[in-house]
């Protein structure tokens, strides 16, 4: 395996670091999450109509669920195999962070939305509901709706699959951009079901896209031995 260069993980650090100030900006003044999720509803019928649609709900909710879930079972059958059959001896590592990088990905999103007091579009008085929304790290009011909202769990299945990037960028690199394009079109496509469906507002995604970078990166560095200089195991 290839050593990593010795930028990567300060550039990843100061990544993270300038989008997560970013997003904390854009979560904490709602005026593009809003502009965005008046697109797709209805003042007149005081929902949003695409809600329950077959082609959101079922293909684009459930089916590319399903999608995501396959792929990570399909590398995690592999990755067990990896013991047994000899052509696969050499990806077994590869396969492991893969697998434990994504799992980890989903479960951070999935704790922190489970815990958390921000509701979901449909659920908040600017889009037809009763809950009132507050900026993130803000104190809710008497009012925050069910939440359980925030960060977006359905995007997270998608972008958990950053991992086959970090997985194969030493020694892969054309295949590490494409499994990092795959997995960025359908986190994205992921995202867009959700904030048409009014699930999710758009921060709520890029939260989980920051997640999933962050839950990789930092599963790629314990994965290759890397200190703050890029070391290599």
Known sequence: MQRASA????ANLAMLALAGAG???????????????????????????????PLLAQAGHTGLKWLALSIWLAATMLAALGWKVPRLREWRARLVYFSLAAAATVLVVGLLKQSSAHSCPWDLAAF?????????????????????????????????????YFALRDGHRAAAWTALGSALALGALMSLVQVARGAHLLTHNLWSLWLAWLCCF?????????????ASA
């Open 218 to 230: 930092a599963g790629y560095l314990a994965w290759r031995g890397a200190g703050p200089n890029g």
């Open 128 to 164: 037809g509901g009763q809950a009132h929304w507050f900026p993130l790290l803000g104190t809710p009011d008497g009012a925050p709706g069910p939440g359980r909202c925030w960060p977006g769990a359905h995007a997270a299945g998608g972008f958990a699959l950053l991992a086959g």
């Open 23 to 53: 997003l904390l900006w854009l979560s904490r003044h709602p005026g593009l999450d809003f502009a965005l999720a008046g697109y797709f509803f209805d003042p007149a019928l005081g929902r949003f109509p695409l809600k329950d649609a």
């Open 7 to 10: 930028g990567f993980p300060a």
